[in-house]
């Protein structure tokens, strides 16, 4: 417990003066004493209201999500990498889901505060702090496996969507135990169910953008191919200019048949 000296003064002048007042009475020593017990009693309710512990710490605490991770979009930084960054790729979804996990464990935290609690008891029955903490495992146990595959794998997909599906239960499971109880049940209950939904939402937004990634990388093979057939329409474009060099060498004939006729014309002359 600590003690302002500016709370304790009060009371050790009110004290002293009691004292003074006690050991040397003088005419005015009844007014010196009920001034200087009031003082006194006043500083003591003040130290002793805002020295003992308060009453709401006692108290189911409420959610606080202030150091709940901002993914953001999770796994949205694939869309900058180039094809063939396989661990790096890894590494990106790794991260984000490792976030999500922790944002998880925190969900857990706090429903695991309202186990034997009075009022909570729908809570403890239907066992949601080891519903939540099953999803908490199966989230560690896929980021665990893609670090150690250090490469992106179809199978992750449906894991990621099956997790996703489970933070939606939870999230259904809160809003049915909060139906038909207290307003002071509501207020406790209803953080930690949009909380399972922005968990589930961020699931399905993390295994949406690996599967984008994996369908792009799948079809790098496919998109070096496609210019071949370019490259070979390419290859048969140069014999169409043959055709135009026998153009002028139409012309050419034309022009040379022209000139032919000519040459009858200047025979006659010279045997004239």
């Given at each position: 417990?600590?003690?302002?000296?500016?709370?304790?003064?009060?009371?050790?002048?009110?004290?002293?003066?009691?004292?003074?007042?006690?050991?040397?009475?003088?005419?005015?020593?009844y007014?010196?004493?009920?001034?200087?017990?009031?003082?006194?009693?006043?500083?003591?309710?003040?130290?002793?209201?805002?020295?003992?512990?308060?009453?709401?710490?006692?108290?189911?605490?409420?959610?606080?999500?202030?150091v709940?991770?901002d993914?953001?979009?999770?796994?949205?930084?694939?869309?900058?990498?180039?094809?063939?960054?396989?661990?790096?790729a890894?590494?990106?979804?790794?991260?984000?889901?490792?976030?999500?996990?922790?944002?998880?464990?925190?969900?857990?935290?706090?429903?695991?505060?309202?186990?034997?609690?009075?009022?909570?008891?729908?809570?403890?029955?239907?066992?949601m702090?080891?519903?939540?903490?099953?999803?908490?495992?199966?989230?560690?146990?896929?980021?665990?496996?893609?670090?150690?595959?250090?490469?992106?794998?179809?199978?992750?997909?449906?894991?990621?969507?099956?997790?996703?599906?489970?933070a939606?239960?939870?999230?259904?499971?809160?809003?049915?135990?909060?139906?038909?109880?207290?307003?002071?049940?509501?207020?406790?209950?209803?953080?930690?169910?949009?909380?399972?939904?922005?968990?589930?939402?961020?699931?399905?937004?993390?295994?949406?953008?690996?599967?984008?990634?994996?369908?792009?990388?799948?079809?790098?093979?496919?998109?070096?191919?496609?210019?071949?057939?370019?490259?070979?329409?390419?290859?048969?474009?140069?014999?169409?200019?043959?055709?135009?060099?026998?153009?002028?060498?139409?012309?050419?004939?034309?022009?040379?048949?022209?000139?032919?006729?000519?040459?009858?014309?200047?025979?006659?002359?010279?045997?004239?």
């Open positions: 417990m600590r003690l302002y000296p500016l709370a304790i003064i009060p009371l050790v002048l009110s004290l002293g003066a009691i004292v003074v007042s006690g050991i040397n009475p003088g005419p005015q020593s007014l010196t004493l009920g001034v200087a017990g009031a003082t006194f009693l006043v500083s003591a309710a003040i130290l002793f209201a805002y020295s003992r512990k308060s009453t709401e710490a006692k108290q189911i605490p409420l959610e606080n999500f202030s709940w991770a993914v953001g979009e999770p796994a949205s930084e694939l869309r900058r990498l180039s094809r063939g960054e396989t661990f790096a890894a590494q990106i979804a790794a991260t984000d889901l490792d976030s999500l996990a922790a944002n998880a464990e925190l969900l857990q935290a706090r429903t695991y505060m309202l186990v034997g609690k009075v009022g909570f008891e729908s809570v403890t029955e239907e066992k702090h080891r519903r939540v903490e099953a999803l908490v495992n199966d989230i560690n146990h896929i980021s665990k496996s893609i670090s150690t595959s250090k490469e992106l794998t179809k199978e992750v997909i449906p894991q990621i969507e099956q997790c996703a599906a489970q939606e239960r939870i999230a259904n499971k809160f809003f049915e135990l909060e139906e038909g109880k207290p307003e002071t049940i509501y207020i406790y209950l209803e953080p930690l169910r949009r909380a399972a939904e922005k968990l589930s939402r961020d699931l399905r937004l993390a295994a949406t953008n690996i599967s984008k990634y994996l369908l792009w990388e799948e079809k790098a093979p496919g998109q070096v191919e496609t210019p071949a057939p370019l490259a070979a329409s390419g290859v048969e474009a140069p014999p169409q200019p043959p055709p135009a060099p026998t153009e002028p060498e139409s012309k050419t004939s034309t022009t040379e048949m022209l000139p032919q006729p000519e040459l009858p014309s200047e025979q006659p002359t010279e045997n004239k």
